[in-house]
């Protein structure tokens, strides 16, 4: 079975950080891409980084802000968030595509990320 599971979300002031974490089981980790996502209530789901391999792709509202890696030996995948917004308020959600054991995408639960005074 896939499962994905987030973690590090929590409330932060304006300009402050935070490390989300992604746990993947039941992937060919090393071979698939991963993304995060964020929702706002009743908002569309928007990608905000994406790696492929060592490649990797930012929304332009993150750039230069976020980053997101891998470790491969530890089947997880990282969004390091820096100089955070109010606008960067949502509920994340780590993400991949897979052909097996079905052919789509696979979602964790998703973890609350709050940025406020």
């Known amino acids: 079975q896939v499962h994905l599971v987030e973690s590090g979300g929590g409330l932060v002031q304006p300009g402050g950080s935070l490390r989300l974490s992604c746990a993947a089981s039941?992937?060919?980790?090393?071979?698939?891409?991963m993304g995060w996502y964020r929702q706002v209530s009743g908002k569309e789901r928007e990608l905000v980084a994406r790696?492929?391999?060592?490649?990797?792709n930012y929304a332009d509202s993150v750039k230069g802000r976020f980053t997101i890696s891998r470790d491969n030996a530890e089947n997880t995948v990282y969004l390091q968030m820096n100089s955070l917004k109010p606008e960067d308020t949502a509920v994340y959600y780590c993400?991949?595509?897979?052909?097996?054991?079905?052919?789509?995408?696979?979602w964790g639960q998703g973890t609350q990320v709050t940025v406020t005074s």
């Open positions: 993400n991949t595509f897979l052909y097996t054991p079905a052919k789509r995408d696979y």
């Open positions: 039941g992937v060919f980790f090393r071979l698939s891409a």
């Open positions: 790696i492929v391999g060592g490649s990797t």
